[in-house]
């Protein structure tokens, strides 16, 4: 007997064989208990997941020679040549090959003669989105009034290409991804039947590389056992798949965690000398990052990670030495660099640069941990000016620009000064500016004597209610009355007080940019 892919062997004969579709199945065997078939009928989704199948199960049902049944029995003529595909009433068309309008005005006519020995004529179009938009509009009218002898069944893995005014005239049912766990029940089912030996961690593996496709699943199965016979191991399926494999990816993960950019571009370029193929490696590094990602906030991990016990021990070692944010980070990165390698002429490159910016990695920090190193700079800051003002003891002092607060401890000229200017910047922001461009000259317990170094700024200073608000913040300052004397001074007479300042200002602009450096190095940023 001539030999059967698996994938054709093990192809559903009846709805209940069917794998992770049970909401396709539900719907179409109440609608044939019913009385309730459609028209036309759109089966959309992925390939491999039943679309043609399921067509040809709801022919057999509606056509076997018994009786209009959810179960077909597969044994009359009907369903023989339906599974066969060589039946005269059920007609399988190929869109992609047929897609053309005369096509179709040939499809209008034949839809006129009732069928040769079946209750239903059914016409199954594969890949429909193929079929040119004048196509679709010659199928129009035929697909919303077709003869009563007459079923339409399309099957799509594009259903966005489909006009609207096909879909309107259709019950469309959107077939899912099988699911890891269900197609490795079916492999281990497949696989017992014919007798082959293999672990459930490598179909575990065979079902990843499907992608949710039930018929690559068994065309690699297929594939697998003729590269080891009987007993297949983990190490025979990455061989056939081109994997890296679990202890590779490890071992790169640990060169991230490590920060060591040498070590990870040499693991890499061994990756590459060995033809491993890029793409392939960055998905199953993507992998990889997942299962960390969910072993670290997942209590429930062991049924979201389906890997043997080992490797699970391992996994959980690493989570211990990396932060989640890294892990998102890292993910992302190497999300982005499997995007860009598609566009780029030099992927190996574009990976080995992608590499160097993951050891380079770093945890966010808090907004707390932020707010603090904001909060020591403040206060350094102040300390380095020499400005010791109480702490405000609170919010309604902070939000209030008359409240500054007690009198500050005062030890020279200068302190005086600074507080002078900023409190009266807290006052009135311009008048601090004003101030910068002037000098305290002498002060005693009754006065207090400022000169400024040109005549526009005295004659500002000097308006009512500029030198009121200098007064007052005078009087805060000293909790009494002092009389305050505005003068004109020349640049050219500043007396040893105001060269003095002038050693404290440069003193103070050292200490501002070691402050400033400090703040680089804590946000990680620069100056512009």
Request: overall charge neutral; charged content about 30%; hydrophobic content about 35%.
């Amino acid at each position: 007997m001539t030999y059967q892919v698996t994938a054709r062997r093990w192809r559903p004969r009846v709805f209940d064989e069917l794998v992770g579709q049970e909401h396709v199945v539900q719907t179409l065997k109440n609608a044939i208990q019913q009385n309730r078939l459609a028209q036309a009928y759109l089966f959309s989704g992925t390939r491999g997941v039943g679309k043609t199948t399921t067509a040809r199960i709801l022919a057999k049902s509606i056509n076997c020679d018994k009786e209009i049944t959810n179960s077909p029995c597969g044994k009359c003529d009907r369903c023989m040549e339906i599974s066969e595909g060589n039946s005269i009433d059920v007609i399988e068309i190929d869109g992609a090959s047929n897609n053309s309008v005369e096509d179709i005005r040939e499809l209008r006519e034949n839809v006129k003669y009732a069928p040769a020995k079946s209750r239903f004529k059914i016409y199954i179009i594969d890949e429909v989105h193929m079929l040119s938009k004048s196509a679709f509009n010659a199928l129009l009218k035929t697909l919303e009034e077709p003869p009563k002898h007459v079923k339409f069944i399309f099957a799509t893995t594009e259903e966005n290409k489909i006009p609207e005014t096909i879909l309107s005239r259709c019950q469309c049912f959107e077939f899912r991804p099988i699911s890891l766990k269900e197609s490795i029940f079916q492999l281990k089912k497949i696989t017992r039947s014919d007798g082959i030996s293999i672990g459930e961690e490598s179909l575990a593996l065979i079902a990843r590389a499907a992608e949710g496709s039930m018929r690559d699943a068994e065309s690699i199965l297929d594939q697998v056992i003729s590269y080891a016979g009987k007993e297949v191991n983990k190490n025979d399926i990455i061989s056939v798949l081109g994997l890296v494999g679990f202890d590779l990816v490890t071992l790169f993960l640990d060169k991230i965690i490590e920060k060591k950019p040498a070590p990870l571009l040499e693991l890499f370029n061994e990756i590459v000398f060995k033809g491993q193929d890029i793409r392939l490696f960055l998905k199953e590094l993507l992998e990889y990052l997942r299962n960390l990602i969910v072993l670290k906030i997942s209590k429930k991990s062991k049924e979201l990670i389906s890997i043997s016990p080992v490797e699970m021990e391992r996994l959980k070692e690493q989570t211990e030495k990396i932060s989640l944010d890294e892990l998102h980070q890292v993910f992302k990165i190497i999300s982005n660099v499997e995007s860009e390698i598609k566009r780029s002429s030099y992927p190996i490159i574009v990976v080995e640069m992608a590499l160097i910016r993951l050891t380079e990695v770093r945890p966010f920090q808090s907004i707390d941990h932020v707010l603090s190193s904001l909060s020591r700079i403040e206060q350094e800051i102040k300390i380095g000016s020499g400005i010791t003002s109480q702490p405000l003891q609170n919010k309604a002092q902070t939000s209030d620009p008359q409240n500054l607060g007690d009198k500050p401890a005062i030890k020279n000229t200068e302190q005086l000064w600074e507080e002078i200017k900023i409190r009266t910047k807290g006052k009135k922001d311009h008048l601090g500016l004003f101030l910068d461009n002037g000098n305290l000259i002498n002060h005693t317990d009754t006065t207090i004597e400022i000169g400024f170094f040109d005549k526009f700024t005295l004659g500002r200073m000097q308006k009512n209610e500029n030198r009121e608000i200098l007064t007052s913040v005078i009087n805060e300052l000293f909790n009494k009355n002092i009389e305050v004397l505005l003068k004109e001074i020349p640049k050219t007479t500043i007396n040893e007080e105001g060269k003095k300042k002038t050693k404290e200002q440069h003193k103070k602009n050292r200490f501002d940019k070691e402050i400033i450096q400090e703040a680089l190095n804590v946000f990680g940023g620069e100056i512009v």
